[in-house]
C-alpha cells in the first residue's frame, strides 16, 4: 500500500456490488455476486420472489373482540359533554391573554388621557 503500490481491493469490491445491484435493477438472472474477505468474487443465487407462495405463507392476526371498547348512550353522552367543556376552556384559555392584553392597553391608554388634561390645565 505505498504511492506506487495501491490497494485496489476496494475497488474491486464496490465494482461487484455496483455490478451486482445494476443486474438486480435490470432483471438479471437473480445471480448475486459478492467479494468475500479475501477479495475473490463468488456467485450465490438468490431465490425468486412469487406473490402467491407469499401471501399463503403469511399469517394474518386474527380479530380479537375482546379487545373492543362498547360504550353505553350515558358513556357515550358524557365523554359528548366533556369533549365540549374541554373545548370551551381551551378558548376562554385562548381569549384570556389577548383580553387582558386589551384591558391594559385600554388602561395605559386613559392614564395618558389623563395625564396630559393636567398638563393643559397646568399650563393655563
Excluded: C, F
Amino acid at each position: 500500500e505505498t504511492s506506487e503500490h495501491p490497494d485496489t481491493t476496494i475497488g474491486y469490491e464496490g465494482r461487484a456490488k455496483v455490478e451486482a445491484r445494476l443486474r438486480q435493477l435490470e432483471g438479471g438472472d437473480g445471480t448475486v455476486i459478492l467479494a468475500n474477505k479475501d477479495g475473490k468474487l463468488t456467485a450465490a443465487k438468490t431465490a425468486k420472489y412469487v406473490p402467491t407462495a407469499a401471501k399463503a405463507s403469511a399469517v394474518a392476526p386474527a380479530y380479537n373482540d375482546a379487545s373492543d371498547m362498547v360504550l353505553d348512550e350515558k358513556e357515550k353522552k358524557s365523554a359528548k359533554k366533556d369533549k365540549k367543556k374541554r373545548k370551551a376552556e381551551e378558548e376562554n384559555d385562548d381569549e384570556a391573554p389577548a383580553k387582558k392584553a386589551k384591558k391594559e392597553k385600554k388602561e395605559k391608554k386613559e392614564k395618558k388621557s389623563k395625564k396630559e388634561k393636567k398638563e393643559k390645565k397646568s399650563k393655563k
